[in-house]
């Protein structure tokens, strides 16, 4: 199945919250989205590996993903290495994504910083001829998407593109809370998280409704980019219609 949209996460979750919006925006076009997952957050105080999978394919089910996957890295203990890099371009070259979302290149959590530079470097290197992988004993041609986005996860960093997700929203919040070992505390016996304390998912909401008003839209998802944005005219370019 070739994709449009590859959403690359180091933990399942981070995709819904930093970019599940779009996503399901483009879903809902009717373009092929795909998920990976590079660890089963483990290494998470709160929930299970089994749990996690669970939330994990709810949360796939309401952004409407075609696919899902997980690579297994170590949660917290993985390198951008070599090893790593080929996990990574082996699903690259199988799903030939035009537009690859990653996590940002540096963040609160260490695992984000190095998983965005570690998605960077395997797609870059996926487009290598000369970096041969197999799938399923086949040998994978050289694929390279066009672009490659970081969406913003806690540290904010400054958009160098915002989309309008204001129409899905609702549905991005809906996916998040699948994830209710890790966002809904209620009746749970596990330790309170930076990520289950009361109001980060009003945190979310807000940061989304400051991306969307900046572009004069109820809520935007904003994502930073390493190489110049090209388009094809001005006309393409939303202005905010302030009087």
Known sequence: MK????????????VELGCGGVLLKHALK???TGILDLTQGEMGTRGTIETRYAEAAGAAKVLKAD???????????FVNDETHQRQIVEVLRRYQPEI???????DRHPDHGRAGKLIADACFLSGLRKVETTDNGRPQEAWRPKMVFHYIQDVFREPDIIVDVSEVYEQKIEAIRCYGTQFLPQGSTDPMTYISRAG??????????DMGHR???????????????GIADLDQVIYPEFP
């Open 3 to 14: 994709l449009h949209i590859l959403a690359i996460g180091v933990h399942p979750d981070d």
């Open 30 to 32: 009717g373009q092929k």
């Open 67 to 77: 696919v899902r996957e997980n690579l297994k890295m170590r949660d917290a203990f």
């Open 100 to 106: 690859v979302i990653a996590n940002a290149l540096s």
């Open 200 to 209: 980060f998912l009003e945190h979310i909401r807000a940061r989304d409704f």
């Open 215 to 229: 572009i004069g839209v109820q809520y935007g998802e904003g994502f930073t980019c390493q190489r110049n944005i």
